[in-house]
């Protein structure tokens, strides 16, 4: 099997910079994590948490998957979740899409992908609830639009959850935002879909156009 030695190099060079930079942080780093923030992010190598926002390892902690969905039957997701909420404390949840997505590409397209499908399935839906908003749009208009349509459907699906359903119960503070990213220009953008309450979810589901 052939090793992937350049890796490893690279590993090497990134921990002696950040010693020669701050001497402790490792030191701190194998002690605890604290992060106050969740990103539910897609999968797409283009996209990697930590750098879109400058934060170094520690300081957020991160869930990707294709298309950066939040799937009620996904217990890996969940378990992310409930970790995030109920251990680390945390008190934001960003899910976060990006344009030019290949997950909603292969979504928006009348042809077979294999296994993915059936994750794909819950994009169609999406798309199929918004018939009406994506119709008048051109091509790259609605592969935009879908972009953004399926971050706000996940912002309600996390806010949906039992996890954090009960966390709002309890009173406690959290947050869950929907954000996108656009590769092009590596800027990040609010969506206006946040919520931090039942009540807010529920304007939300009756306002999204």
Known sequence: MKSLKPLFDKNRQWAETIRQEQPDFFERLSQQQTPEYLWIGCSDSRVPANQIVDMAPGEIFVHRNIANSVVHTDLNCLSVIQYAVEVLDIKHIIVCGHYGCGGVRAAMEDQQHGLIDNWLLHIKDTQRFHTETLAPLDEKQRFDRLCELNVIEQVKNVGHSTIVHGAWAAGKTLHVHGWIYNVAN??????????????????LEQNTP
């Open 186 to 203: 590596g800027l990040l953008r609010d969506l206006g879909c946040g919520v931090s309450s039942l009540e807010e979810l529920r304007a």
